[in-house]
């Protein structure tokens, strides 16, 4: 991560279309991925390759015959890996227990414990084992002169959670038309659409709290039935809906259409002079439509809420290009130089009506809400990016290799006087293997080693952030009447310039006894300067912060890669892929006025973030436990005079003699210390086998899940089981954790960021394993090749992390990893084939 504010996705580039999303392709269509993570690699494609490319083509036709091609599947998911909650019988006993352990009455007699029994499961009621089924069918050939590929996919996708899910529709044409020899023209088109029914799943008290945080928090003694008014049962204590009202009482489908589009011609002007004009767009229709009813509380309230939102996305390039590719004896020369024209605009409208005659209509008619309760808005947004650039490649006697390029970037979002900004790089390498004095040993098949720096620039702000512009404001009386006012939006600032990262590799490319043993290795560090940060400001100013350029962020590590092809038997072959990387990441330089930032408020945990030299950036900062207080200890001329036996002890850093904000800590950060993948492949006679792990290892989450089990809103919610049947007691002093007796004490907003709630979330995964076999085909007809698989997805995860995905993350801000209740990662098995004509 480079970026404390900005994004730090990397760029999608498909078919030479920046920009694009994976989740918009069909995997069937992809022909090859490219991964280019260093700046000299990378940097030819400007401002948004500040954290990497991801070059996908996709596939082309051949020459011949047409040929059909089937690929599909079905599967069946589940959630495999639930939270351990208390059931009805442990949630009542340890109510009532804390109750008397706080000097009060028991609460729930032992005959309604009895009663109850286990409970409601919640989990089980809105987890389901769904399906999920693919398609694709193709057709590719062409002649002389053409080729073309054609692609249709279908995916339903029904989610683990009751009415969540997702269909995708996907068709594609890719064709190639080469009328001279001199002349190529190329068409990449494809349409997708999305069809989502989404759940709430955020969180809060009320009517704030989404499907999955109201099944774990819910009181577990209350069922999913209806009671006699029509409505489902809550408990006004607990402040939570039931789950089942907001699976009823809310209905929302997300609708994305997205039509990717490319062009291009290539025209060779002389020998290797070749000019290349391609011309791009991405359109994307998003439209949102929620309909609250009387079964939710809000809906209840108003009588019914409609509310729809969309959003037109509009993406153009244009790019034109010349390169040269010429050899002078044994100097050979690839040169480089174009400019690209690239345009953003989104047109967003949100509209909602409220008190409707009928729940029937849902979103349909709007207007036969109430007018008073009409809500407009609508805006429009615009950014334009234009580039020039060039690059050279030199290679001398096929060992030697240079490489060069500089990109001139230019964004409308900066002031006119930081508009414009360079970004050069060069890499140079060393074909060793390729030397005469290497050419009698048979050790070494390849062994090259490289080097390379380059500069990338990010101009990851919002539109007009740096002038001044108004919104509408609150209403004053003028003249007598009622009249709308504008207020500013933000303050501006004239003076951001671009967010650089400068980069420098050294690696070394191998491989041995006749490529048996292959790998890379990759020592990189990169700098990033000016950061473009949303620094807090004071109250007073009206805001709550203003983007500014402020220090160095560095990440520094080694990749590595090994490929080995350990049995090459006639019917037996085993093949290893591994890939392993180590990252540090350190904040190196702040400007004196905020040598310490500290933000990041998640939930109703309050600031959990720090920004300061030499830690990472977004660590996590909050109180160190060293313990549980215990009868016989002097809590009274301890630190915490005021705490319980039972209750945390809070490390006194500065030791001051009190606890205090400036008794904080670094407790973790986001950023894997290790990430490793490990792939064998074995292939016997027709069956093929592939097992894919992957793991991470040495990184941190703020789990708010455990935040709120054991510092809850109320003590009536439901609490993760092993945080209360290990608790302390006077007959359990050895415990995990705290009593949970007067637990308001000592649970402040930012009380709760501590050692129990910043957890270890490393983990190993077996990702996927897949069995498949190649039929003979004796007799088969019209088939020319039959292939059927079965597979596992997500099989197995170890980790100590308390929830569904440790590698997950619900609202983290910037590069930050907070959890609470994500949409679970599913278990899935499939079988399926692939089928050709």
């Known amino acids: 991560a480079n970026s404390i504010n900005s994004s730090n996705d990397v760029l999608i580039v498909i078919d030479g279309l920046p920009g694009g999303s994976v989740t918009a392709l069909s995997p069937d269509d992809i022909e090859s ?34 040929e059909v091609s089937y690929n599909g599947y079905v599967g069946f998911q589940d959630v495999k890996d639930r939270v351990d909650m208390l059931n009805g019988r442990e949630y009542l006993t340890v109510l009532n227990e804390i109750n008397v352990e706080s000097g009060g009455d028991i609460i729930h007699s032992p005959q309604k414990i009895e009663e109850v029994g286990d409970g409601y499961d919640w989990q089980d009621i809105i987890f389901r084992n769904s399906i999920i089924h693919n398609h694709q069918l193709s057709f590719q050939g062409g002649g002389d002169k053409s080729t073309y590929y054609v692609a249709l996919n279908y995916l339903d996708n029904e989610g683990v959670i009751l009415k969540s899910g997702e269909k995708k529709y996907n068709a594609r044409v890719n064709y190639q038309l080469q009328p001279s020899d001199r002349l190529n023209f190329n068409l990449n088109l494809s349409a997708n659409r999305a069809a989502t029914d989404v759940i709430r799943l955020g969180r809060g008290t009320n009517e704030g709290v989404g499907v999955l945080s109201a099944a774990l928090l819910f009181d577990p003694t209350i069922g999913p039935e209806r009671n006699a008014e029509g409505y489902f049962d809550v408990n006004p204590l607990v402040a939570i809906e039931n789950p089942m009202a907001l699976l009823e009482g809310i209905d929302q489908l997300n609708v994305i259409n997205t039509v990717y589009a490319t062009t291009s011609a290539d025209y060779e002007i002389l020998r290797g002079l070749k000019a290349t004009v391609r011309l791009g767009t991405e359109l994307e229709n998003f439209r949102s439509d929620v309909y609250e009813n009387d079964q939710f509380q809000i809906g209840r309230g108003v009588n019914g809420r409609a509310t729809i939102n969309s959003n037109e996305n509009t ?23 174009g400019i690209t024209y690239e345009n953003f605009e989104r047109r967003t409208l949100y509209s909602q009506a409220s008190d409707f005659l009928s729940h029937v209509t849902g979103t349909n008619l709007l ?8 809500v407009v808005q609508s805006g429009k947004f615009v950014n334009r990016l234009s580039s020039k650039l060039g690059r050279l490649n030199y290679t001398f006697k096929d060992r030697y290799l240079l490489t060069a390029s500089l990109r001139v970037d230019g964004t409308s979002k900066f002031s006119d006087k930081n508009k414009f900004a360079y970004f050069p790089s060069a890499s140079v390498g060393w074909k060793i293997s390729s030397e005469p004095f290497m050419q009698s040993q048979d050790l070494f098949s390849e062994l090259k080693i490289r080097a390379g720096y380059g500069e990338i620039g990010n101009q990851g702000i919002n539109n007009f952030e740096t002038i001044q512009t108004f919104r509408a404001g609150s209403n004053a009386v003028l003249g007598g009447s009622l009249q709308t006012g504008a207020v500013p939006a933000r303050i501006p600032n004239v003076d951001l310039v671009w967010e650089t990262t400068k980069e420098l590799n050294l690696g070394l490319d191998f491989a041995l006894f006749d490529y048996r043993l292959s790998g890379s290795v990759e020592y990189y560090v990169r700098n990033t300067d000016d950061q473009l940060f949303q620094q807090p400001v004071p109250f007073t100013t009206g805001f709550n912060s203003v983007r500014v350029n402020l220090g160095r962020v560095r990440n520094s590590g080694v990749d590595f890669s090994l490929s080995t092809k350990n049995i090459t038997g006639k019917r037996f072959r085993w093949e290893t892929d591994v890939v392993l990387s180590l990252l540090k990441n350190e904040v190196v330089e702040l400007p004196e006025f905020a040598q310490r930032i500290i933000y990041g408020g998640f939930g109703f945990s309050g600031n959990y973030l720090i920004v300061q030299e030499g830690s990472p950036i977004a660590s996590f900062y909050g109180y160190q436990i060293d313990g549980i207080f215990q009868v016989n200890d002097d809590i009274a001329n301890s630190p915490q005079p005021n705490a319980l036996p039972g209750h945390p002890i809070f490390h006194d850093t500065n030791g001051d003699g009190a606890i205090t904000a400036d008794d904080k800590v670094i407790l973790g950060d986001p950023f894997p210390d290790m990430t490793f993948g490990l792939n064998n492949r074995f292939s016997f006679d027709r069956f093929n086998l592939e097992i894919y792990l992957i793991g991470v290892q040495g990184v941190e989450t703020f789990n708010n899940l455990v935040a709120e089990s054991l510092y809850p809103i109320n003590k009536e919610r439901n609490h993760i089981a092993r945080n209360y049947l290990d608790r302390w007691t006077v007959d359990n002093p050895d415990a995990e954790f705290p009593s949970g007796v007067n637990y308001t004490s000592y649970s402040d907003g930012e009380n709760k960021v501590n050692t129990f709630t910043v957890q270890d979330a490393s983990f190993i995964r077996l990702k996927n394993i897949t069995l498949s076999y190649d039929l003979p085909l004796l007799n088969a007809g019209p088939f020319k090749s039959v292939n059927l698989y079965v597979s596992g997805e997500n099989m197995l995860t170890i980790s100590d992390y308390d929830g569904f995905d440790p590698d997950g993350n619900s609202d983290g801000v910037g590069v930050s990893r907070a959890t609470f209740t994500d949409y679970p990662i599913a278990r899935t098995f499939r079988i399926g084939g692939r089928l050709g004509f």
């Open 33 to 66: 991925i490219e991964v280019l993570k260093d700046a000299s690699a990378s940097a030819i494609y400007g401002s948004r390759a500040a954290n990497g490319v991801v070059l996908i083509t996709t596939k082309k036709g051949r020459k011949g015959q047409m």
């Open 315 to 337: 993406y153009w390039l244009a790019e034109y290009l010349l390169s040269y590719d010429f050899t002078l004896g044994e100097h050979d020369f690839k040169l480089l130089g």
């Open 367 to 374: 207007q036969s809400g109430n007018s008073d309760t009409y």
